[in-house]
């Protein structure tokens, strides 16, 4: 059974303001000592982009109109499969440059759907 997109692009949603709200308390530095805030972020990295490859599954117009989400599928790929190589400082720079931009655009998406 295929989800709603609409509940996909909560689950995004839901997870980038997570991340958001994990970051917004740390610096590089921090993030790079502290396995547990490190992992916190990759892992909701992962659910951002998971949700992200369902909803272009399910809806790939709307998957579309989300810019970058296809890198952001991407970065969950290497976080899952490349997880040995993973570079801290391009996690955190996803975090901080990626992430805000993201997170607006999927705000945007689901105030359109929900008008």
């Given at each position: 059974?295929?989800?709603?997109?609409?509940?996909?692009?909560?689950?995004?949603?839901?997870?980038?303001?997570?991340?958001?709200?994990?970051?917004?308390?740390?610096?590089?530095?921090?993030?790079?000592?502290?396995?547990?805030?490190?992992?916190?972020?990759?892992?909701?990295?992962?659910?951002?982009?998971?949700?992200?490859?369902?909803?272009?599954?399910?809806?790939?117009?709307?998957?579309?109109?989300?810019?970058?989400?296809?890198?952001?599928?991407?970065?969950r790929n290497l976080l899952i499969h490349g997880y040995a190589v993973v570079n801290r400082q391009?996690?955190?720079?996803?975090?901080?440059?990626?992430?805000?931009?993201?997170?607006?655009?999927?705000?945007?998406?689901?105030?359109?759907?929900?008008?």
């Amino acid at each position: 059974m295929e989800r709603d997109p609409r509940a996909l692009l909560w689950d995004a949603l839901t997870a980038a303001r997570l991340i958001g709200s994990f970051a917004a308390a740390a610096d590089f530095e921090r993030f790079d000592r502290d396995d547990m805030l490190r992992s916190a972020i990759e892992r909701q990295l992962e659910i951002l982009g998971e949700a992200l490859a369902q909803l272009a599954k399910v809806a790939p117009d709307l998957a579309a109109r989300l810019p970058d989400a296809r890198r952001a599928i991407d970065f969950r790929n290497l976080l899952i499969h490349g997880y040995a190589v993973v570079n801290r400082q391009r996690v955190w720079a996803v975090v901080q440059n990626d992430l805000p931009k993201m997170t607006a655009a999927i705000e945007t998406q689901i105030n359109e759907l929900e008008r």
